[in-house]
Structure formats: structure tokens, C-alpha cells
């Protein structure tokens, strides 16, 4: 459980970073837009995660470039409130259309997110469906350790991949 709590922590950095490096000099455009990612952005850290799930979906309609930001903390956010097979579509999404550390990123919300889903099917007997989303969450945590090693500083990501390889063994 320790693992888990590091590893969630871990990506709230990896994010944050990701924030931090990305977009220099994007212009929001519209102070609206800037108090409404503000207030998603505050939620998102006060664990106040239907706040900033809603937040988030609504400013995707305009974000612009800055889409694939957003939609990582949105799924960052489906993550932290334990949607994740949401938390995986849109991780997926990200993770598809971009490269470097937002990829890395997104990877390794996606790897989270299907190694719960995987951890739930198997709590409910479905070993072959449990089965599956740990193959996935493998191979995305495989990239993102391997690739972007940068990115787990501190091997919780590393961790997580070798829990999903004990339990694969067990299957």
C-alpha cells in the first residue's frame, strides 16, 4: 500500500513537472479560462477530484494546444478518485499523441490506472480480464521506466512494475 501511495505521489510530481517544462509562453487568452484552470488545478490538489474532473472536461472545449495538458491532469484527476478506467482512456489518449515526458507521463497514469482496473478483476475472479490489464499496465510501465527513466527518480514507478510482474507470475 506504501508502493501505491509513493507511486501516486510520484506522479502528482511527474505532472507537475510536466506542467512546469511544457507550453513556454502559452497565452491562456481569456482570464476566464485562467481562473477556471486555476480553480480545476486547486481542486485537483485539495483531493477534491469531481471538482476538478468537471473543471477540466469543461475547459477542453477550448483549450487549444493546450489540450494534452489538460487532459493529463484529467486523467490525473479520474485517477486520483479511483475512476480508472477513465483515468486510462484519457492517459491513452494523451500518451498516443504526444512524445518526451508527456508521454512518459501519461504512461505511467495509464499504467496506474490499469493496474487497479487489473487488481479489481482479479479481486473479483475474472483472472483473465485481471490477466489482460496487467499485461497492459506492464507494457506501459516497461516504456516509461525504460524510456524515461528520469522520470522515477525515486524507483516507485520500478516498483510498481515489479508488483505487476509478481502477480502476472501468479496468473
Known sequence: MQAVSKARAGLLGLVSVFLISCAPGAQFGATSFQAQYGTARTAL???RYDRA???????LSEAGPLEPRLRLELAHS???????????QEARRVASSQSGAAQGAALSVQATADH?????????GDSAKGGAFLRQAD???KQVV???????PLGALAARRASIAVRLRAL
Open 139 to 141: 507494457t506501459a510501465m
Open 146 to 152: 525504460t524510456t524515461y527513466p528520469d522520470l522515477d
Open 116 to 124: 487497479e482496473l487489473g487488481l479489481a478483476a482479479l479481486a473479483a
Open 78 to 88: 479520474y485517477l486520483r478518485a479511483g475512476k480508472f478506467a477513465q483515468a486510462a
Open 53 to 59: 474532473i468537471s473543471g477540466y472536461t469543461r475547459l
Open 45 to 47: 490538489e485539495a483531493g
